[in-house]
C-alpha cells in the first residue's frame, strides 16, 4: 500500500508577496500553489492508494474564500481520481470558540471519497489495494474540554497533563483493537518530544501544548505514524519501525525556514513478507527560494565590493533575498546602496538591506587647566590611552625629567 503524507500547508502565508496582474491574486499564494499542484501529479503519478493530509491547511482559521477555491482546485484531481482523502484538523484550522466549524469542515460536504477527523477516531479507510486502519488523532482542542464543568478550573499544566493522559491511552487502547495483519497509520498533529523545530515555530508554539514520547505512539502494530505541526521534515523513530514522520511544510513559511527542505513523504508498506515493513522517501517541491547573505566588512577597504562579492556567490535570480552586512562607522559612506540594487535587480524580491554599524571608539581630549601640574596632566593623558597604561610611571618621570631640565636652563 502506497500513501503521500502532507501537513502544514498554510495557505495564506504571504509574507513577500505582490500582486500578480494576471491572476489577480498575491504572488507568494501562487507559490504555494504551485507546490500544491506538484505534490498531487506526483502522488498521481506514483499510482497512491490514499492521500494524507495532517492538519494545518490555512494560515488561520479562517481563510478567505480565495484561500478555500485555491485549497479545493488542488485537491480536486486527487477526488476525481477517486483516491480517498484523509484530513486531520490541526491547530491553526480550528476557531478558538467552542462550536464554531474548522476550516476544514466545509471538505466533509464536497463531492469525493473525503474522511474528515475532528476528534481522536479509530477508523478503516477502503482503498484500491485493501483496507487500511486509521488512528486519527487530530489538534487536541482545549475548548472542547474546558466546556465540560469539571475542567475549567484546571490549570494550563493540569489540562495540559490530561490531554496527554487522554491521548496516550486513547493510542494504546485503539492499538490493540486493531488486525496486525492489516497495514495501519496512526495520523496525528501534535508535538513529539524531542521534535527538532523549524525556525519560525522557535517562538511560536503553544504554551503548555501537549507533547507525546515516541514510544507512547510506535506501538504494534502500528505501520506509520504520520505528523504535522512541525515544519521540519524528521523521522523521531531514527530509521527503526515503525517511522514516526514529521513530513515537513511544502513551502517557506518566513525567513526563519530560509534553509529547511520543503517537501512532502511518500510511504508505502509491505504487508507481503512474514513481517509488516514500512519504507518512505521525502519528496522536495518547488518552493521558492530564501537566500540570507551576511557579510563582514569591517577589515575590507572597500566595503561595497566585498558585498557584491559575497552576492556573485549566490545565484539570486527569482529567489526572496535578504542582506546583512557589517561595517565600521568610518565605512557608513563608502556603501553604494544603488549598486547593491542593481546586483540583486534579477531576485524575487529583496525582503532587506540591514547594516550593522561598530561605532567609532571617541577618546575625550585631556583638558589641561592653569594650575594643572605637569604629573596631573601626563597621568591624565595616559588615563586616556590604555596602550601606554604599561608605561604609565616611565612617561610621567620622564615628563618631570625634562621639566626639571627646562625650568633649570631658564634660570641661566
Not at 473525503?114 to 486509521?134: C, D
Request: proline share 6%.
Amino acid at each position: 500500500m502506497k500513501f503521500l503524507h502532507t501537513a502544514d500547508i498554510h495557505l495564506g502565508s504571504n509574507t513577500y508577496g505582490r500582486l500578480d496582474a494576471e491572476t489577480g491574486l498575491n504572488t507568494r499564494l501562487l507559490d504555494f500553489k504551485r507546490c500544491f499542484e506538484f505534490m498531487v501529479q506526483r502522488g498521481l503519478d506514483e499510482d497512491i492508494d490514499l492521500f494524507l493530509f495532517c492538519g494545518d491547511a490555512y494560515r488561520t482559521a479562517d481563510p478567505s474564500p480565495t484561500q478555500q477555491k485555491v485549497f479545493a482546485e488542488c485537491l480536486r484531481p486527487i477526488a476525481d481520481a477517486g483516491i480517498p482523502i484523509v484530513m486531520i484538523v490541526g491547530n491553526h484550522d480550528h476557531p478558538v470558540s467552542f462550536g464554531k466549524a474548522s476550516a476544514l469542515d466545509i471538505f466533509g460536504f464536497i463531492q469525493g471519497d473525503v474522511h474528515l477527523f475532528r476528534r481522536p477516531e479509530k477508523a478503516v479507510i477502503e482503498t484500491k489495494s485493501g483496507p487500511l486502519q486509521l488512528l486519527a488523532m487530530p489538534w487536541p482542542i482545549r475548548s472542547m474540554l474546558l466546556s465540560k464543568d469539571e475542567h475549567r478550573k484546571k490549570a494550563p499544566s493540569e489540562v495540559r497533563d490530561f490531554i496527554e493522559e487522554l491521548y496516550a491511552g486513547f493510542i494504546a487502547n485503539a492499538a490493540e483493537e486493531c488486525d496486525p495483519a492489516l497495514p495501519t497509520v496512526l495520523a496525528g498533529h501534535f508535538s513529539v518530544v524531542g521534535a527538532e523545530l523549524a525556525g519560525s515555530e522557535r517562538t511560536s508554539l503553544i504554551a503548555h501544548e501537549p507533547k507525546f514520547g515516541v514510544g507512547a505512539l510506535a506501538l504494534p502494530p502500528i505501520d506509520y505514524v504520520a505528523l504535522g505541526h512541525i515544519h521540519r521534515r524528521q523521522d523521531r523513530n531514527a530509521g527503526h519501525q515503525p517511522p514516526v514522520v514529521y513530513c515537513g511544510s511544502i513551502e517557506r513559511i518566513s525567513f526563519k525556514e530560509w534553509d529547511d527542505e520543503k517537501g512532502f513523504a511518500l510511504v508505502e508498506i509491505d504487508v507481503s513478507g512474514a513481517e509488516k515493513k514500512t519504507t518512505f522517501s521525502f519528496v522536495d517541491t518547488p518552493a521558492r527560494r530564501f537566500i540570507d547573505v551576511k557579510v563582514d566588512a569591517r577589515e575590507a577597504p572597500a566595503p561595497t565590493e566585498a558585498i557584491l562579492a559575497a552576492l556573485a556567490k549566490q545565484d539570486v535570480a527569482d529567489a526572496v533575498v535578504r542582506v546583512r552586512y557589517h561595517i565600521d562607522e568610518a565605512q557608513v559612506p563608502l556603501i553604494d546602496l544603488p549598486r547593491l540594487r542593481e546586483a540583486l535587480r534579477p531576485a524575487y524580491v529583496i525582503a532587506a538591506i540591514e547594516r550593522t554599524v561598530d561605532p567609532i571608539e571617541r577618546q575625550r581630549r585631556t583638558v589641561v587647566r592653569r594650575d594643572t601640574s605637569l604629573k596631573e596632566a601626563m597621568e591624565s593623558y595616559v588615563a586616556q590611552h590604555e596602550n601606554l597604561a604599561s608605561i604609565k610611571d616611565d612617561l610621567v618621570a620622564a615628563a618631570l625629567e625634562i621639566e626639571q631640565v627646562y625650568e633649570a636652563g631658564r634660570k641661566e
